[in-house]
Structure formats: structure tokens, C-alpha cells
């Protein structure tokens, strides 16, 4: 053999052990250790980020909605879930139970001349003079992690709705605000028909504004509710059904309004199990 071929046998060799031993040691790093999970990739052409940064559009995204379960019927008592823990304290619930017991009991009046706007002022006006109007005050007090366009406007924000414990993520759009209602816990329709026919204009502008009257919710629960009262729609959520109540009870009080007797029998019922 000639002394290049050997030169180039010795240099091969010399290889196949470098390469060798390279694998050995980087299978033992591996195997103690030292090398983390993800090094590799961090560092390797084919890495995927996990997170993007990318800049704001005009347009709104749509907005997505998921329950963790869904009632066979929101409007009914006995087919609603429990996901989400009640605000209420006993002793909520023992003010709430006294004060019903002074409210009048007799029959709704008629809808007659019923008018949202006409009766209870434009939705949604600045009535304690802060700069917002009452639907971006309740949506900044419901929603958590919300960004505003300017001092007042929600634009974005996470809801959990305690009509239902959904979780929503609201983008505000002419497609997607929807998703995300304001609710009036004593809706202006049952309020007109018992006895705030008798208030004046600017009291019940007071009360269609009211924050203790208005929750952030999801538009479905929204939409099934209408103008019912407590014989006729309760929250699908069980665990708030008490605040619920104890708030209607509160407003009606407050505003000096009256309950109807099968709206009376529905709000014990609730208030007796609280």
C-alpha cells in the first residue's frame, strides 16, 4: 500500500471515531439531563414560535364563545347547570327575603304605551356624568382584560357570563358586540308594567341606568329573557340565581315598583333555598 493510501485509511478512521464518539457523549448529555427538552428545537431551522406579535386592525375579528356545559333548556329552573360560585351571602339573602315581604303584591297593569326609548331615554346616556355612557361603565366593570379605544370605549375584553358561566371573548364590531348584551336585571318593559308608569321621566332614566339593575351577559340569555320576571325566567346558572333575585328585590324597592303574586311566589321559592 502506498504511503498516501495509507495517509488517507488513517484520516477515514480518524473520522468514523470522531463521529462516534460525538454520539456517544451528546446520547449521554441527553439521557442525564443536561441537554433540555426543547433546546434543540429552540435553536434548530425548523423551531415554531408559540406566540406571534401582530398590529391592530380596523376590521373586528370574530368573536368566539364556549360553555363549559350547556343546559338542555337555559330558561328552565330544572334543567339548569351550577358552574360558577354565587356572590350571595346568607345574610344577602335574609335582607333580600325582608325586603320582598314589603313589597305590594297585585296584577301587572297593561303594556299599554310602553316606548324604551320614549319612557325610559335613549340607550345608553351618561346618567351620573362621569363621560361614558352606561354600556361601556357596565362592560368595563364586567369584563376582565379590556382594552379601550380612548377614555371610555371597550373595545375588547373576556366575559364570563353569570347568566350561564360562558366564557366570551368580546370584540367590539358590527357582528360581534352582540355576543356580549347589557341586561336589565328588572327588564324596563316589567318595570313599566308595575308601577313605574307612575315615576317620573328622570327616574326612570335613574333606573334603565341603574349599575345595580344591569349585568354584562351573553346575548343568547339576553334574548330567551325578553321582559320576564323571576315566574318566567331564571339565570341557567344555578349559583347565581340568589344575586339574581336579590337584586331585582333591591330595584323594585328602590324604585318604588311593585310584584306581580306568581313573581312573588317564584322570588320566595329561590330566596328560601339561598
Not at 423551531?47 to 328552565?76: F, K, N, Q, Y
Amino acid at each position: 500500500m502506498t504511503s498516501r493510501r495509507r495517509r488517507r485509511t488513517r484520516i477515514s478512521l480518524t473520522s468514523v471515531l470522531v463521529v462516534l464518539a460525538l454520539a456517544v457523549g451528546g446520547y449521554a448529555l441527553d439521557a442525564t439531563g443536561v441537554l433540555g427538552p426543547d433546546a434543540d428545537a429552540a435553536a434548530g431551522p425548523t423551531a415554531v414560535a408559540t406566540a406571534t406579535v401582530g398590529t391592530e386592525s380596523d376590521a373586528p375579528e370574530p368573536s368566539r364563545a364556549s360553555s363549559p356545559t350547556d343546559p338542555t333548556d337555559p330558561t328552565d329552573p330544572t334543567d339548569a347547570t351550577d358552574p360558577t360560585v354565587s356572590t350571595s351571602t346568607d345574610t344577602d339573602a335574609a335582607d333580600a327575603r325582608a325586603l320582598l315581604a314589603t313589597l305590594p303584591v297585585k296584577g301587572k297593569a297593561p303594556g299599554t304605551g310602553y316606548d324604551r326609548t320614549g319612557e325610559f331615554g335613549s340607550a345608553w346616556i351618561d346618567v351620573d356624568h362621569n363621560g361614558c355612557d352606561t354600556r361601556n361603565d357596565v362592560l368595563a366593570r364586567d369584563l376582565s382584560g379590556i382594552v379601550r379605544q380612548g377614555p371610555c370605549k371597550v373595545v375588547t375584553g373576556t366575559l364570563v357570563s353569570p347568566y350561564t358561566g360562558a366564557t366570551i371573548d368580546f370584540v367590539r364590531g358590527n357582528t360581534t358586540s352582540t355576543l356580549v348584551q347589557i341586561d336589565h336585571v328588572v327588564a324596563l318593559e316589567n318595570a313599566w308594567r308595575t308601577g313605574a308608569q307612575q315615576l317620573s321621566q328622570s327616574e326612570r332614566e335613574a333606573l334603565a341606568n341603574d349599575p345595580s339593575n344591569l349585568f354584562a351577559v351573553d346575548g343568547r340569555s339576553n334574548s330567551q329573557k325578553r321582559s320576564g320576571d323571576a315566574a318566567t325566567w331564571l339565570p341557567a346558572n344555578k349559583a347565581f340565581r340568589c344575586t339574581y333575585i336579590e337584586h331585582q328585590v333591591s330595584v323594585k324597592a328602590e324604585y318604588r315598583l311593585w310584584v306581580a303574586p306568581a313573581e312573588r311566589d317564584a322570588m320566595e321559592r329561590v330566596l328560601g333555598a339561598c
